[in-house]
């Protein structure tokens, strides 16, 4: 008497759930000996250094770097979005890309921002920002010490 003969016998199964049995043993014992296997030969002890990638990134952008909390050295980001420095942004050339990077300001916002300027021509003043839809006092006050016209 075959081995799954006796299993049915003795459980009264299915062919059918005996082969559903044998699968889930199957991937278990596969799924385990995946995990021994990984666990003994991959060195994810040892975590990847960024801290070249950044310095390249943070060269050659308009960002820097957040400073360092002074109680538990980890770094603070604003709203996990990177600092703009002060007056770092032209505002009648930022592409949509850099007007994103201002606090509040989204992707249809810097659109907006846009198309305001290809209408009415550049901004001669800070405050003809309150002309663009989208932005009000509050916002303005927001990305003012980010933003410079030229």
């Known amino acids: 008497m075959k081995v799954t003969?006796?299993?049915r016998y003795h459980f009264n199964f299915s062919k059918n759930e005996i082969k559903i049995i044998f699968f889930l043993t199957i991937t278990l014992?596969?799924?385990t000996a995946i995990k021994v296997f990984k666990s003994n030969?991959?060195?994810?002890?040892?975590?990847?250094?960024?801290?070249?990638?950044?310095?390249?990134?943070?060269?050659?952008?308009?960002?820097?770097?957040?400073?360092?909390?002074?109680?538990?050295?980890?770094?603070?980001v604003q709203?996990?979005?990177?600092?703009?420095?002060?007056?770092?942004?032209?505002?009648?050339?930022?592409?949509?890309?850099d007007l994103v990077k201002l606090p509040g300001i989204g992707?249809?916002?810097a659109e907006n921002i846009i198309k305001?300027?290809?209408?009415?021509?550049k901004f001669d003043d800070i405050?003809?920002?309150?002309?663009?839809?989208?932005?009000?006092?509050?916002?303005l006050e927001k990305i003012k010490p980010y933003i410079f016209i030229e």
Do not use: C, H, M, W
Request: charged share 25%.
């Open 5 to 7: 003969d006796k299993i």
């Open 107 to 109: 992707e249809v916002l």
């Open 127 to 139: 405050n003809q920002l309150l002309k663009v839809k989208g932005i009000g006092k509050k916002k």
């Open 79 to 97: 709203s996990s979005k990177f600092i703009l420095k002060e007056k770092s942004l032209n505002i009648n050339n930022a592409t949509k890309s």
């Open 41 to 76: 030969f991959s060195d994810s002890s040892l975590p990847y250094d960024y801290s070249k990638s950044d310095s390249i990134f943070f060269s050659t952008s308009n960002v820097e770097l957040p400073k360092a909390n002074a109680n538990n050295n980890n770094l603070s």
């Open 29 to 31: 014992i596969i799924g």
């Open 116 to 121: 305001y300027r290809e209408e009415n021509g």
